[in-house]
């Protein structure tokens, strides 16, 4: 064999045994669709907000989808960088009119919940194929969810004590200004 072929060989090799395994770059991929989903639905939810005059409430929703595109861009390179490829994803439009603030909210918390399930059958897969790096790189994704759906509650029994009176949703719309804030500057995702 001549140097070139050996070379070859040896990077053939290399990349055999770096590549990342098929399941769970399939599941990885399939948690980018679910990320970039998650970005445009607040984005979609920020618009709403912002027509219907709860500048607060927009404020943290289209802080909320930027969250959601970082989320997915972490997945992204490090799908990347492990030796597989990163799928952008084609997405479905999401809804353009909500009934209310309520009815965000409830949609946005299930949405939540709904991550949380999709986070934890990768974690599934990660521990199915003994691929332990990206189960410990997963966890991140794991502790997050913990706090975003905790946010999303509390949000919601504020809004079902709120009711319909149009006072406490103005007041509530500002504390959520404060809260974007507080949550920008500590620079935390919600
Ligand atoms: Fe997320
Ligand atoms: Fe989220």
Redesign the pocket.
């Known amino acids: 064999m001549n140097t070139e072929a050996t070379e070859s060989v040896i990077f053939e090799t290399i990349k055999l045994i770096t590549m990342m395994n098929k399941k769970v770059e399939k599941a990885l991929n399939d948690q980018i669709r ?2 970039a989903e ?2 445009q639905a607040y984005l979609a939810m920020a618009c709403w907000a912002e027509i219907h005059g709860f500048s607060g409430t927009a404020a943290f929703l289209y802080r909320h989808s930027d ?2 595109r970082l ?2 861009l972490k997945l992204v390179h490090f799908v990347n960088d492990r030796g597989g490829q990163a799928v952008i994803p084609e997405l479905k439009q999401p809804s353009r009119t909500y009934k209310s603030l309520n009815a965000i909210f409830q949609a946005l918390h299930d949405h ?1 919940v709904r ?1 949380t399930a999709e986070i934890n059958s990768v974690v599934d897969t990660c521990l199915k194929e003994k691929d332990y790096t990206t189960h410990n790189f997963m966890q991140w ?1 794991v502790s ?2 913990i706090e ?1 759906e905790t946010l999303a509650r509390n949000i919601l029994d504020k809004l079902k004590l709120i009711g319909s009176d149009k006072g406490g949703l103005y007041i509530f719309d500002r504390d959520l200004e404060s809260t974007n804030a507080a949550l920008e500057g500590g620079g935390k ?1 919600a």
């Open positions: 679910v990320e998650s970005s969250e959601e989320h997915m939540e991550v994704y997050e969810q975003e995702g």
